[in-house]
């Protein structure tokens, strides 16, 4: 889950409230700006979801619609779909939240995070276990808020995201390997290509950047500690270390 901007509210919510209805948050053209804001990954896993059926992404809303009941128990539609409080999910990512209030009623703590919310980085509280077999989700630094969305949205019991995990991490280690090796043989222009691929796989429109982000900052470590010390070993000369620009959040690097 990375940082999401927050896009200009699409024409079709900006009206009267007393216009709002329930199909307002199915319009395409809030879907469609939806899919542009968040770079066409779920606002959660970063599944990509741009070309999915319809069947499998859901418009979701971050504080459930039955939040929104006045006294008749008549959902108010101007403040359940409101821009603000609508996110574009996986169905998987939407199915596990479903109705579930993403805020503390009692200490008013988060329990979810809001990926649009410029006051919380979600890379901030989640981070990642880099095990080759079974990748996954994990709190960072002990974070509570980050331990809650990952249980809440059962992101540490998907599949198709272990798989994901473990492709990238075989095409990104491909790339440290050609790394040392353009280094060994003092061929900086394949190292300059070599690292602005590696950046572009971690560029916020990419899928699973903070997965890539977490992994590649792992392997950078490794190249500078273990595999440079030997490349100076075996050939008795200094090597530079390597250094990669890393993007936050919403940044977008082409």
Known sequence: ??????????????????????????KKDVKESLLIMQHGKCCY???????????????????????????SGHIQWHLANK??????????????????????????????????WYDLDPEDHIDFVLDEIVPGHKEKGGSTIGKST??????????DLVQAFRKLRLSLDNIFIDIVESIENDNDAETDSLKKALEVYMSAHKPYAAYIRRLIKERLQML????????????????????????KGCEVRN
């Open 1 to 26: 889950m990375i940082l999401i901007k927050r896009d200009e509210c699409p024409p079709s919510l900006r009206k009267p409230d007393e216009d709002f209805v329930e199909a307002d948050y199915k």
């Open 150 to 159: 990952i249980k809440e949205l059962q992101l540490g019991a998907r599949n």
């Open 45 to 71: 896993c970063e599944r990509p979801i741009n070309k999915l059926p319809d069947r499998e992404r859901e418009v979701e809303h971050y504080f459930p619609r039955s939040a929104y009941k006045d006294e």
């Open 83 to 116: 821009w603000g409080n609508l996110l574009y999910a996986c169905a998987a990512c939407n199915g596990a939240k479903s109705g579930k209030y993403p805020i503390n009623r009692t200490t008013g703590d988060m329990i979810i995070i809001n990926p649009s």
């Open 224 to 247: 500078n500690d273990r595999d440079l010390p030997k490349l100076e070993q075996r050939h008795n000369k200094t090597f530079h270390k390597v250094s990669i620009h890393f993007p």
